[in-house]
């Protein structure tokens, strides 16, 4: 089946050269509906076939005709004797297409002079505003991370602007920017990526990072122009908190607290597999059900959850710190998740300030002290000297030490003792000769050790910098930047994560292979080799 479907792409990337495939004849509007709900009983068996070696493939498709019709010939052809199910799918789908350059790299520039070279590489232009398929079109310019991520991701392009700014992209920054406005006006939130598997769930909310981050390189008017947008975040995270009344209740990603003050979870509206990884999600739900007695509904929404957060996934997530059956991500009140709401509800107060509401400002300011003074009571453990996640439903920290736990040193919100004990941990246990782990835990999974991932480590350095803890700061940007340059060297791949603690050996676990490209180690390596000592 699998050799039908090569030949078949082939044929069809021949026939389009010369105009001589159909366009997709698609009704308008159903790129918003996921693939999964759109397809029903075919996406399910085509995703079960294991016709694809990787499960986000057959969601990418760009159907060649309207579902219904699609559906329609499915129904009819599936009961017959000798039907071939990759022939059926080859027949009324195109696959994904893969943007080919004459791009190679050469291990003999400099890494920073190959990343220069590599962003028209990872560039897209405005999609096609009538194209079928599960892809959300995009009016401006973006950067895509590379590899099997064909689309626009949210948190990752925080940290691929910051490489952009380096070099001098201010256009890209800008029309990045303009194109999460675009989606937070027409969806309501930013997706998870512009795909409509993506639609019922964010990621972490740097929204507001990117809106100062141009701001400090335009002026504070950029605050204004995009405050209705950070507006409309805002909102889309806080939905239903006036709605709850008794401590410990939660509606979406909100959570009552005994103080009456609302911190935020990650979530997702929908307790169904994962269309970009079908067939995993419904083996994990089966292996929790038998080990746990959880209903497959709960360890769906779980495992979305952890997607929203970008951790996917992280023994953050599971409740004995280990296991991957035990997920719970819902119930979690994660800290870097609340430290990025405090600088949005920060950053709102200031913009509100600019443009002259003095008192939608003031509103915010008191939003972001007490958010400031619930962060430090419900996330920093005193017998841990660090700072936890929290299990709002057990009314306890979690056990997982984690890179999370920096984040309130990167805004600033730790006194200085408690940046001293966090520093601590950074430098006895988590620093290794690649940069900081993750985590402490060895669970197989990607986002736990000895993996390291670029956001993480620029989070942590420029945490410790703010308090000025360059005797463990300093060392972790030379030892990252060392292995960056090291695997570029010998691979000429810019990798999207790294083993840090064996330096010879390639980062590994998850869901997927380690995937070259890529946009958030770029944009991380590029600024932190100009962060001067």
């Known amino acids: 089946m699998k050799k039908y479907l090569i030949i078949n792409y082939y044929v069809y990337s021949i026939l389009a050269l010369f105009g001589l495939v159909l366009a997709p004849t698609v009704t308008p509007g159903q790129n918003r509906i996921p693939p999964d709900e759109l397809y029903g009983p075919l996406f399910k068996d085509v995703q079960m076939s ?29 009961g017959e004797p000798g039907f071939n199910l ?14 080919t350059t004459n791009y190679e790299s050469n291990e003999q520039l400099t890494t920073a002079a190959h990343i220069q070279q590599l962003w028209p590489v990872l560039t897209r232009t405005p999609d096609d505003q009538n194209a079928g398929g599960s892809l959300l079109p995009l009016p401006k310019a973006y950067i895509v991370p590379g590899g099997r991520f064909r689309e626009i991701y949210y948190w990752d392009s925080y940290f691929t602007m910051l490489g952009l700014r380096e070099s001098g992209r201010d256009d890209l920054i800008e029309s990045m920017i303009d194109n999460f406005a675009f ?42 122009r995009y405050l209705p947008q950070m507006q409309k975040e805002y909102d889309f995270w806080m939905q239903g908190a006036d709605s709850l009344t008794r401590p410990y ?25 994962r269309a970009e990884a079908y ?60 430290c990025l709401m405090y600088h949005l509800e920060e950053t709102l107060a200031e913009a509100y300030q600019l443009d002259a509401q003095a008192e939608l400002s003031a509103q915010y300011r008191q939003k972001t002290e007490a958010r400031k003074n619930a962060i430090q009571k419900y996330f920093w453990s005193a017998t841990r000297s660090y700072y936890m996640d929290y299990d709002f439903v057990a009314q306890q920290y979690t056990t997982v030490y984690s890179l999370a736990g920096t984040y309130p040193l990167f805004f600033k919100i730790a006194d200085s003792r408690q940046a001293r004990e966090v520093g601590k941990h950074i430098r006895l246990e988590f620093l290794k000769s690649g940069g900081v782990l993750t985590t402490l835990n060895r669970t197989g ?23 000025n803890n360059n ?26 994560k790294y083993n840090v603690s064996d330096t ?20 991380v390596y590029l600024r932190m080799k100009s962060s001067k000592k």
């Open 183 to 224: 989606l937070i006006d027409t969806y309501g939130h930013i997706p998870n990526g512009n795909r409509s598997y993506y639609l019922s769930r964010s990621q972490p909310p740097f929204f507001s990072l990117m809106v100062r981050l141009y701001s400090e390189m335009k002026g504070p008017d950029v605050l204004k």
């Open 471 to 496: 005797g463990t700061a300093y060392p972790l940007r030379e030892n990252w930047l060392a292995l960056v340059e090291k695997v570029f060297k010998n691979t000429g791949k810019m990798m999207e």
């Open 504 to 523: 010879n050996l390639e980062a590994g676990g998850g869901e997927y292979p380690n995937q070259d490209g890529f946009g958030w180690t770029n944009g």
């Open 50 to 78: 294991r016709i694809f070696p990787d499960s986000k493939t057959f969601p990418d498709c760009i159907p060649l005709y309207d579902a219904a019709e699609i559906l329609d010939k499915y129904g009819r052809a599936k």
């Open 445 to 467: 999974q990607q986002w736990d050790a000895p993996n390291g991932w670029a956001p993480l480590q620029w989070i942590t350095y420029r945490g410790l910098r703010n308090y």
């Open 279 to 338: 067939r995993e999600d419904v083996e994990l739900a089966h292996q929790a059900q038998t080990k746990t007695g959880a209903t497959p509904e709960a360890v769906y929404r779980n495992i979305r959850a952890a997607a929203e957060s970008g951790w996917d996934f992280s023994s953050r997530w599971f409740r004995d710190g280990k296991t991957f059956a035990t997920i719970q991500t819902t119930e979690i009140l994660p800290v870097d998740l609340n």
């Open 86 to 99: 990759a022939k059926f799918v080859s027949e009324n789908f195109s696959l994904p297409k893969t943007l």
């Open 249 to 273: 209740t939660a509606h979406r990603r909100v959570v009552k607290l005994p103080d009456g003050v609302v911190l935020n979870r990650y979530w997702d509206d929908r307790t169904v597999p």
